[in-house]
């Protein structure tokens, strides 16, 4: 695999976000290094020969910082703290470990797939309470959170 990301132009209404990432832009700002933790399931933790998505955004954002808005100086780490199988319940109880421990500029949180497809398993309503639950824990320690839905 290669680390050349193609130049990709998205549309704002794609990647413009209601509210500022006023976490990340301070940490963008300093002297590094980013820390962003991506939290989730399978589609976070990767399967088989796919690559999973943390890796490609941490080569994409350690280039578009050196490329594009020339600051090689800043490093970005996203650390993969993906676990396939896994719901909001679990996760719930890796959040001291896996996400504050590392006092991430941002947490990226793909939650609530397992919960579509495994409804033998979890009850809807019980995960979007435990989604709840994980929103307020890392707003209480100020965490900004980019939630990524079922797919």
Request: charged fraction near 30%; hydrophobic fraction near 40%; charge should be negative.
């Given at each position: 695999?290669?680390?050349?990301?193609?130049?990709?132009?998205?549309?704002?209404?794609?990647?413009?976000?209601?509210?500022?990432?006023?976490?990340?832009?301070?940490?963008?700002?300093?002297?590094?290094?980013?820390?962003?933790?991506?939290?989730?399931?399978?589609?976070?933790?990767?399967?088989?020969?796919?690559?999973?998505?943390?890796?490609?955004?941490?080569?994409?954002?350690?280039?578009?910082?050196?490329?594009?808005?020339?600051?090689?100086?800043?490093?970005?780490?996203?650390?993969?703290?993906?676990?396939?199988?896994?719901?909001?319940?679990?996760?719930?109880?890796?959040?001291?470990?896996?996400?504050?421990?590392?006092?991430?500029?941002?947490?990226?949180?793909?939650?609530?797939?397992?919960?579509?497809?495994?409804?033998?398993?979890?009850?809807?309503?019980?995960?979007?309470?435990?989604?709840?639950?994980?929103?307020?824990?890392?707003?209480?320690?100020?965490f900004e959170v980019l939630v990524i839905d079922p797919q």
């Amino acid at each position: 695999m290669s680390d050349n990301l193609p130049t990709i132009e998205f549309p704002a209404a794609i990647v413009d976000l209601k509210y500022p990432l006023v976490r990340l832009r301070q940490a963008l700002d300093g002297k590094g290094p980013v820390r962003i933790v991506a939290m989730g399931s399978s589609s976070t933790a990767g399967r088989g020969d796919v690559v999973p998505y943390p890796y490609r955004l941490e080569m994409y954002l350690r280039q578009h910082l050196k490329d594009v808005v020339q600051r090689p100086d800043i490093r970005i780490d996203v650390l993969n703290r993906g676990k396939g199988g896994e719901e909001a319940t679990e996760e719930l109880g890796r959040f001291e470990a896996d996400i504050f421990h590392d006092d991430p500029a941002l947490v990226i949180w793909q939650v609530g797939t397992n919960a579509v497809f495994h409804n033998d398993k979890y009850d809807v309503d019980v995960v979007a309470g435990d989604i709840r639950k994980g929103l307020a824990q890392l707003r209480a320690r100020g965490f900004e959170v980019l939630v990524i839905d079922p797919q």
